[in-house]
């Protein structure tokens, strides 16, 4: 079966740089999600999209934003990159809201240096 | 918002044995309850998940148990294995809403 797919899987960037993420959701999900996992934390919801709009919002860095495509792709827009940034960014996906069950993509490793 | 609260953060069992994990949650709107296990570097798999009409749910060696009144959830594991290993999340939610994770176990299982 069709997973979630992440891309790219490592991403290494410098201090003020930005980065982009892209998340593919499993074929016919309309809902995204997008968490950040610290080293030895559990993971931290940044932001979600239901057919394609803005549905919540977690604690997500002004310096970072986020969109759903007409094809459902999501986004993660990350600027002026600081070293704290440096973590796994899961992109999740569900079909419908009220579903619930969200399957995580692999994750993008994001060092900064 | 909601807290989940999850305890231990770490267990060893032997072989054999059962592991029990319990979460806490403070939002009385919370209906749904998966459960994860991570490997180390990898992503959160499913295992089992519980919304909120059901006190027990089983899936052969897994089972979750919920108390809604009391706001607690617990994940059990009979007849561990090695490859049991990983560290476990609990996590909350409000239907079709952001999930909100407990701090996580970290399961050993001795041979």
């Known amino acids: 079966a069709a997973g979630v797919i992440q891309s790219p899987r490592h991403l290494i960037k410098e201090k003020r740089e930005t980065a982009t993420l892209k998340c593919y959701p499993i074929p016919r999900h309309d809902t995204v999600y997008w968490y950040q996992q610290g080293p030895g934390q559990d993971p931290q919801f940044l932001i979600s999209?239901?057919?394609?709009?803005?549905?919540d919002k977690g604690s997500i860095p002004d310096r970072f934003s986020a969109q759903q495509f007409s094809d459902y792709h999501s986004e993660l827009n990350m600027s002026s990159l600081e070293l704290g940034d440096s973590a796994l960014y899961f992109c999740?996906?569900?079909?419908?809201?009220?579903?619930?069950?969200?399957?995580f993509g692999p994750g993008t490793r994001l060092t900064v240096l | 918002g909601e807290n989940v609260e999850q305890h231990p953060s770490t267990l060893s069992v032997q072989e054999g044995d059962s592991a029990v994990i319990k979460c806490t949650y403070s939002?009385?709107?919370?209906?749904?309850f998966p459960w994860y296990k991570q490997e180390l570097g990898k992503r959160p798999q499913l295992i089992i998940d519980?919304?909120?009409?059901?006190g027990e749910k089983k899936d052969q060696r897994i089972a979750v148990t919920l108390n809604k009144t009391a706001k607690h959830f617990s994940l059990h594991i009979t007849e561990t294995q090695p490859e049991d290993s990983a560290v476990y999340f609990c996590?909350?939610?409000?239907?079709?809403?952001?999930?909100?994770f407990g701090g996580g176990t970290r399961l050993m299982v001795k041979p």
């Open positions: 939002d009385s709107a919370s209906n749904y």
């Open positions: 999209f239901y057919e394609k709009m803005q549905s």
């Open positions: 519980i919304r909120s009409n059901v």
């Open positions: 999740a996906s569900s079909l419908g809201r009220a579903r619930n069950t969200q399957y």
């Open positions: 996590a909350a939610s409000e239907a079709g809403n952001m999930l909100t």
